[in-house]
């Protein structure tokens, strides 16, 4: 059976169940044989991972990628795939939620695995694992950098073209930033060895993704339902940050309207305006918007401005007056009552503590 990569799959417009690519979708595109001959492809004997960590990693990255490779060694029936945690800092390296793993040194230009994962966290030092990218890079292997691992990456690297990608929350301050690189929505950019990635719940999809080559679609098949995953998103479909993609259960004229919402953070609509756009009155938009979301319409409105703005305030030098204007407010003034109103800080103590050093890095 002929083994089916997911890189290079036509790509989705949106993950709605109509056009995910589902694990049936890549049965059909690989050749009917009989199962016996599954047996009979041609793969290496063991590919091996490793997986850097810094102090305050991803918890929940760092499980998705042991377990689905646990999960790819109990479907092909043999130890197909062995890793090893590394780190700038070696011995015990814990987690942002407590995890505990044991890593071993980094020596640039030695031991190179046939894979490094990057983990995203709390904390990024790209000087301290860059060495190792460009030693990978220059033997032809790859290197996945996940969510905000990704993101420091595209800020050390200074990248000048290409798509690259990230976690979507780190989008607006890398556009804001200046950052030249086309910043794309979907969950992974490739370009030549090194894959950037939206990471989170993503993380599995890029594992199996790094080892199609070496799968046939039976086995990803039965990796994902070991997984339970109702279907394996194409890596070039875009990330859901619209929060009526995370809840599509919501009524159609509400999520239209939060569509509307986060489309119009620097020019923000008028509560009448969006009503009028959706096709109801601003009473009804009322009505459906308080027992959803746990405010009115405005109130919540104001929140995702402000949720902007702090984001621009936390990661990029912009100063207060742009951020204001970048996020619809007239200006700095009205920007720091509102935002102080909603986060008990102004702006200026909110980004003097981002800049100052605390114990672990924390914020």
């Keep these: 059976m002929k083994s089916v990569g997911l890189w290079w799959v036509a790509p989705s417009s949106s993950l709605t169940a109509n056009n995910i690519p589902r694990f049936d979708t890549f049965m059909m595109h690989a050749h009917s044989q009989e199962k016996q001959e599954l047996s009979g492809h041609n793969f290496p004997a063991e590919l091996s991972f490793e997986i850097y960590v810094q102090s305050g990693f991803s918890d929940f990255e760092v499980s998705a990628i042991t377990h689905t490779l646990e999960v790819i060694n109990h479907v092909v029936g043999e130890t197909r795939c062995k890793w090893s945690f590394v780190s700038n800092t070696p011995g015990f390296v814990t987690g942002a939620g407590g995890q505990i793993v044991r890593a071993a040194p980094v020596i640039p230009d030695h031991n190179l695995s046939d894979h490094m994962i990057v983990v995203g966290g709390l904390n990024h030092h790209p000087q301290d694992w860059l060495p190792r990218l460009r030693s990978m890079d220059r033997v032809g292997r790859t290197v996945a950098l996940l969510s905000s691992a990704a993101t420091a990456y595209i800020k050390a690297s200074n990248l000048q073209s290409g798509a690259v990608t990230t976690h979507w929350s780190d989008h607006a301050a890398l556009r804001e930033g200046g950052y030249r690189c086309e910043i794309s929505n979907r969950l992974s950019e490739r370009n030549g060895n090194i894959i950037t990635s939206a990471g989170a719940g993503s993380t599995s999809e890029l594992v199996i993704e790094l080892l199609s080559g070496f799968l046939t679609a039976y086995e990803m098949t039965e990796v994902g339902n070991h997984l339970v995953l109702p279907s394996i998103r194409n890596c070039r479909a875009d990330q859901p940050n619209s929060i009526a993609d995370v809840y599509p259960c919501f009524d159609s004229k509400l999520s239209r309207a939060i569509k509307l919402m986060e489309q119009g953070i620097e020019e923000p609509k008028s509560v009448e305006e969006i009503a009028e756009c959706v096709g ?61 109103d909603e986060y008990g800080k102004t702006p200026y103590q909110v980004r003097t503590r981002k800049l100052s050093p605390t114990p672990g890095g924390g914020n």
């Design 280 to 340: 109801i009155s601003t009473r009804q938009l009322e009505r459906i918007f308080k027992p959803n979301m746990g405010a009115t319409p405005a109130k919540f409105y104001k929140s995702l401005r402000l949720k902007r703005a702090r984001t621009l305030i936390e990661e990029t030098p912009l100063d207060i007056l742009e951020i204001a204007l970048a996020t619809g407010f007239s200006s700095s003034n009205t920007l720091s009552k509102a935002f102080r």
